[in-house]
């Protein structure tokens, strides 16, 4: 996809890729994690590492949300979008 | 019978039951007689409340009784489900933002719709459509192994003695009220009974991973136990397991398995939200930023399916012995508990099965009603009609998991998801590709689906139950064409699919077949709540008259 203005955030959008694809493969990587030992609380290094990765991979994806949300509104009026959305004249639903 | 389970187990159930009735009242627009008040809930949940709806895909019958199952039973691959639900989230973040807004845009309930707009191709959507409501089945199919087994460990029905109809009674008096309050409340009464289940399932399982283990010497004597357990048994079958009659059973895959692990992680990662139930989960979230937030606070629940998982070696540590491996979380509970409080979590793996039963069989019925029945049956529908549609259908495709559940066997019951996702994944290329491109023919993506789908299920049929020669749909995995590892089928199938996809798209347009008009454009896929031309509330008749922006 060629989408105009990708150079304002194309930095952003690429920093939040790799956020994502990072933690997307790590996890699938068995052969990183696929022993007994160390132990930890018990826990086979196995078990214990895929547990530190769900707070890790969470965390990447929080970072990966914070600087979606100003690349994303860098990038409304790109797509012929209101700088905010709700600027137009129209209600919001509020009658719910 | 164990009196004092049953009783508070009942008392749960119907506390429940009385709940799902009274969300018809909740929040209620006008009228339930249109599609999208009874099929969305209205799409209008903030935050907090997708964030239970789309954790009740989660925190199912799969993560109560089947992932502790294939544990308990000694699978290498068994823990797939913690790094499936790890990958998970960073997908659902790259794709599904893009899927709220030009499906509010043009108000799009379902897949199919999507794919219709922006193909211009009923057959597609027509091919879509159909696989959601084929791979739904399975999924629920799984939600009823889910309340048979903790029925019959609680004493009701089963027994090898028992005659058909004393085994399955209680299976069908569950599932009779399980539809009579979703056809009564629509989504409402899941998002509401969410908060229940959820409460109920979170105090069963910080007991069960605090308490438990303490019972049982701890975790690390639960990994010894079930490492010792596993060594003997294939110690025992030491000839089975070389000449391939049994598997062999450990705690951590050995590198042969490692695709294995990973592509069912993957598989099951991508395929999630290709669910049409998931995606209505999805769609009914308030806006994108509500999407891109949950994909960074779901992953707690990720965690305790983890802990969850390990009850399935913490049933062997505790001398749980089952022939079924499905009945291991369920009996540890029995063992383990007071009997008040097993009831306590029965009930809770009940619901728990329930919520998410009505939420895939209400999205389902969705498909058919818009993308079948109005589509080719009766295109003039009312919305009266639809909203009757969907009722009978997400009647029709429980009984339809419930045949699931009767003819197949339930001893490896995460299979019956596992075969959905070979199916539900080969829509992948037709929906999530054409959220960035338009690139690829709609002839050419329907034959990659045919061809997926084809693969996927010959290949599905072949794979023996392990130790019985000439049995069906026995697992997942099978080697990957042209190596010696064996994969997750469904990411196999998903790879034909794209090639066939991606070589007949350059044919097609080399010969400019026509590809149909695009009812999209580049500005619906980044529209936010709020912005021109999206509807935050779809009200009238849904899907007849696409808004532009």
């Known amino acids: ?96 | 019978m164990h009196t004092v389970q049953l009783v508070i187990f009942l008392f749960f159930f119907l506390l429940v039951t009385v709940m799902g009735f009274m969300a018809s009242r909740w929040r209620r627009a006008d009228t339930l007689d249109s599609l999208d008040e009874w099929g969305l809930g209205g799409r209008g949940f903030g935050t907090f409340i997708s964030w239970f709806l789309i954790g009740g895909d989660i925190y199912t019958a799969y993560t109560f009784i089947a992932v502790p199952a294939t544990l308990y039973a000694g699978s290498v691959v068994g823990f797939f489900a913690v790094p499936y639900t790890i990958v998970l989230y960073p997908i659902i973040f790259i794709f599904l933002p893009r899927f709220w807004s030009v499906s509010h845009r043009h108000g799009y309930v379902t897949p199919a719709d999507f794919v219709r707009g922006r193909f211009d191709s009923k057959p597609l959507a027509l091919a879509v459509a159909l696989t959601g409501l084929l791979a739904t089945m399975p999924y629920i199919a799984l939600q009823l192994v889910g309340i048979q087994v903790v029925l019959e460990v609680m004493g009701i029905g089963g027994g090898t003695n028992s005659s058909f109809l004393e085994k399955d009674l209680p299976l069908f008096i569950a599932f009779a009220v399980l539809a009579a309050y979703t056809y009564a409340s629509g989504l409402r009464a899941p998002a509401l009974i969410a908060f229940v289940k959820d409460t109920l399932i979170y105090v069963v399982i910080l007991v069960a991973v605090f308490y438990l283990p303490t019972q049982l010497g701890g975790w690390g004597h639960i990994f010894d136990a079930a490492s010792k357990s596993f060594d003997a048994f294939n110690k025992e079958n030491a000839d089975a397991i070389a000449s391939g009659a049994a598997a062999g059973k450990g705690i951590v895959p050995p590198p042969a398995a490692h695709w294995a692990y990973a592509s069912l992680a993957l598989g099951s990662a991508l395929a999630l939200f290709m669910y049409p139930h998931s995606l209505t989960g999805v769609l009914a979230s308030k806006n994108r930023t509500v999407i891109r937030r949950n994909a960074s606070l779901l992953p707690a629940y990720s965690f305790l399916l983890g802990l969850l998982a390990l009850l399935g070696f913490a049933a062997i540590a505790a001398g749980v012995k089952v022939d079924n491996p499905q009945q291991s979380v369920p009996a540890l509970f029995d063992k383990m508990f007071p009997g008040w409080f097993a009831g306590v979590a029965f009930a809770a793996i009940a619901i728990g099965a329930l919520v998410p039963a009505a939420i895939m069989s209400i999205a389902a019925a969705n498909l058919w009603t818009r993308n079948i029945y109005k589509a080719f049956i009766n295109p003039a529908a009312t919305p009266k009609q639809e909203a009757t549609q969907s009722k009978l259908v997400s009647l029709v495709v429980k009984f339809g998991a419930l045949v699931f559940v009767l003819g197949l066997g339930t001893q490896d019951a995460i299979n019956f998801q596992l075969l959905g996702g070979v199916w539900i994944l080969q829509t992948m290329p037709t929906l999530v590709f054409s959220l960035y491109t338009r690139w690829f023919h709609r002839w050419a993506l329907l034959a990659g689906w045919a061809v997926g789908m084809v693969y996927g299920t010959l290949t599905a049929y072949n794979v023996p139950v392990p130790g019985k020669p000439g049995s069906h749909f026995g697992g997942p995995l099978q080697l990957v064409p042209f190596t010696d590892t064996k994969g997750y089928i469904a990411l196999t199938a998903f790879v034909l699919n794209v090639l066939v996809a991606v070589l007949l798209t350059f044919v097609l347009r080399a010969l400019k077949v026509a590809n149909g008009t695009d009812e999209t454009s580049p500005s619906d896929y980044h529209a936010d709540a709020g912005d021109p031309g999206v509807e935050d509330v779809l009200e009238g008749e849904p899907g007849t008259a696409p808004t532009t922006g």
């Open chain 1, 1 to 96: 996809m060629s989408e105009p203005n990708a150079r304002r955030t194309g930095g952003s959008w690429a920093v939040v890729a790799v956020l994502l694809a990072v933690g997307i493969v790590l996890p699938l990587l068995v052969g990183l994690y696929d022993s007994i030992e160390p132990r930890l609380g018990g826990f086979p290094f196995y078990y214990w590492f895929q547990f530190l990765l769900i707070p890790v991979v969470s965390l990447l994806t929080f970072i990966a949300f914070r600087l979606s949300l100003r690349a994303t509104r860098k990038d409304r009026p790109t797509f012929g979008l209101p700088a905010e959305p709700g600027d137009d004249t129209r209600p919001s639903g509020s009658e719910r």
